[in-house]
């Protein structure tokens, strides 16, 4: 069984930056590729970046040079480090990690970015 726990999320004002972490269970976290996504009110949940076992990067092109996806294999963590909010990347945020035919998402974080 595959858990996934997010942190992090918060009220930031216009400009400000934010750290998210998803915390992953299981001793073979290190082979797959990780993602996080977002869900705005309304919206439907899209994608914002991802990250493979090597390292290499994947992003959305909105959050493109202003967020940072990385992890810590040994910790089974993955960041999301976001500068530069704006308005509309309020949303609650969720990790997520397929293996096989298995969706898993974690229970989500609220970032809203308001002045």
């Known amino acids: 069984q595959v858990q996934l726990v997010e942190s992090g999320g918060g009220l930031v004002q216009p400009g400000g930056s934010l750290r998210l972490s998803c915390s992953a269970s299981?001793?073979?976290?290190?082979?797959?590729?990780m993602h996080w996504y977002r869900q705005a009110p309304g919206k439907q949940r899209e994608f914002v970046a991802a990250i493979a076992s090597s390292g290499s990067t994947n992003y959305a092109d909105s959050v493109k040079g202003r967020f940072t996806i990385s992890r810590d294999n040994a910790k089974n963590m993955v960041y999301l480090q976001m500068n530069s909010l704006k308005a509309e990347d309020t949303a609650v945020y969720y990790c997520?990690?397929?293996?096989?035919?298995?969706?898993?998402w974690g229970q989500g974080t609220q970032v809203t970015v308001s002045s």
């Open positions: 997520n990690v397929n293996i096989g035919l298995m969706y898993y």
């Open positions: 299981g001793s073979i976290f290190s082979i797959y590729v």
